[in-house]
């Protein structure tokens, strides 16, 4: 498995790649974060243009199995946030197959 970029080499690629100091391209970046949570729990969705949107969603009460036991247990209904990615980066990362 591919290692994972930290904040701090994200941070210093995207200062590097604008041309900006590390510390406002951090200060950018949780800027972003920042709107993308107020947005989420006010509007319900935050979209990144080109990457996809988080959307706030609402999953309702179910029943489920204790796997120890099997016996049925009530699931309570709660509120989620997904990630759907856009098309236009799914094909970039994957390439759809060609019939």
């Known amino acids: ?5 930290t904040k701090t ?3 210093s690629h995207l200062a590097d790649k604008v041309g900006l100091q590390k ?5 950018v ?3 972003l974060v920042g709107l993308a ?4 729990k006010s509007g319900g969705q935050f979209v990144v243009p080109g990457i996809g949107k988080a959307v706030k969603a ?6 489920g199995r204790n796997p120890q036991t099997g016996a049925p247990i009530k699931i309570p ?7 759907r990615l856009a ?3 799914k094909d970039a990362v994957v390439p759809p197959k060609k019939k």
């Open 77 to 83: 209904a709660k509120t989620v946030v997904k990630f």
């Open 1 to 5: 498995m591919a290692k994972v970029m």
């Open 37 to 40: 949570t107020k947005e989420c």
């Open 29 to 31: 970046l949780e800027d």
């Open 87 to 89: 098309k236009s980066f």
């Open 9 to 11: 080499q994200v941070v």
């Open 58 to 63: 609402h999953r309702k009460e179910r029943t």
């Open 23 to 27: 510390k406002a391209a951090a200060g």
